[in-house]
């Protein structure tokens, strides 16, 4: 009796077995049938060559040049570049610089006078001992002065491309910030706004403290706008300050053309980008058609593009300084919706209401055991601790 089942599952597992073995050449045979490629594929011809008899390079530079000849020649696949300029003709396109132009030392200049710096520094006895004593503290100052007037402007410009400014503010073209910007949003100067560090709007409430270098007699033009604000239109901007005909780095004496408002973001949207953009002008500029109605609170009114207003004024301004910083939503900004704008606040978010519990009953019938966990306060209670 034992062994008709032995068999029985003996046989099974033969037939088991021979299905598998038949499933796995079926999908090995559909797995060969592929489709042919177009043409000849890299390194097809040393396949059933023996490679001990292939003529060597004998030196690098036969190497190299044989290997560029090998890239740059055309071949029928596609490159990764190919598929992405197809997807986007505009790919790889060539910016156009609209900032200032920049002026930068001679190289041979720079190492002579760094060759003099660790000469001195190699003579100086007290610098070697505060070294010896690890007692030497870098003034951070003095690095910050060096690179604001070496690499500052090409490191801002790789953030303001991380952070797609350039893409949203001026299709198309970049400029240089050249003109460093300082942004203090408080007295202690502690709301200080950099390369897209984060503010509250609490924070940004009030009008900012802003210096920057500036020639005497020179005008200026600084805008605050903000691409990602716009309630309506995806591609439209909201301007939350325009100051214009600035003399030297004095703000307040500016024309103001529009008076500052507030970051609000609105709930549910995440980050926005809040960017300063400071223009330098030619000469005086009439912004007759760019004021706006004092005090602007209309969002209508505020609606905005700034490489529209570029353009107007393009041959009169050139853009040479940029700051940004990126704020969320906070308490504040429904009281900037429904006092200051005078309208409803926008929530995009679904806010979820707190759990409903029925009434606590007395002695509770057939009830789990942790059912007064839910009218637990779920406070750390202090007492019996000492």
Known sequence: MALRPACAAALRARTDLGVNNARTFVTTAFLCKRTPPLGPMPNE???????????????????????????????????????????????????VNIGLSSYRTSRIKEVRERKQVV?????NPELERAFRLRTFKIPLDRVHEVWQKTCAPAHIRRLADHYGVFRDLFPKAYFLPQVPLQIFYSQDRSGQVHYGNRLTPTEAASVPQISF???????WTLLLTSPDEHLLDN?????????????????????????YLPPFPARGTGFHRYIYVLFKQEGPINFQEDVRPSPCHSLVD????????????QDNMTPAGLAFFQSQWDES???????????????????????????????????????????????EHTYGIY
């Open 302 to 313: 505020r609606s905005f593009k700034t490489v529209d207003f570029y353009r107007k004024h």
């Open 119 to 123: 000469k001195a520094n190699k003579n």
């Open 213 to 219: 270098d500036a020639e005497e007699g020179s005008l």
């Open 333 to 379: 900004v429904t009281n900037t919706f429904h006092s200051t704008l005078n309208m409803k606040e926008p929530v995009f978010e679904f806010i979820r209401p707190p759990v409903y519990h029925p009434p606590q009953v007395k002695f509770p019938h057939r009830q789990p055991l942790r059912y007064l966990d839910r009218y637990r306060d779920g406070k």
């Open 235 to 259: 591609e439209a901007e909201y301007v939350h300050w325009l100051v214009g005909n600035i003399p030297g780095g004095s703000v307040q004496a500016g024309e103001e053309l529009c008076h």
């Open 45 to 95: 011809e040393y396949q059933n060559v023996d490679l001990e008899s292939l003529e060597k390079y004998r030196s690098y530079n036969r190497y190299f040049r044989q290997a560029q000849e090998a890239r740059y020649k055309p071949a029928w696949w596609k490159t990764y570049k190919a598929h992405v300029d197809k997807a986007d003709p505009e790919h790889g396109e060539e910016k």
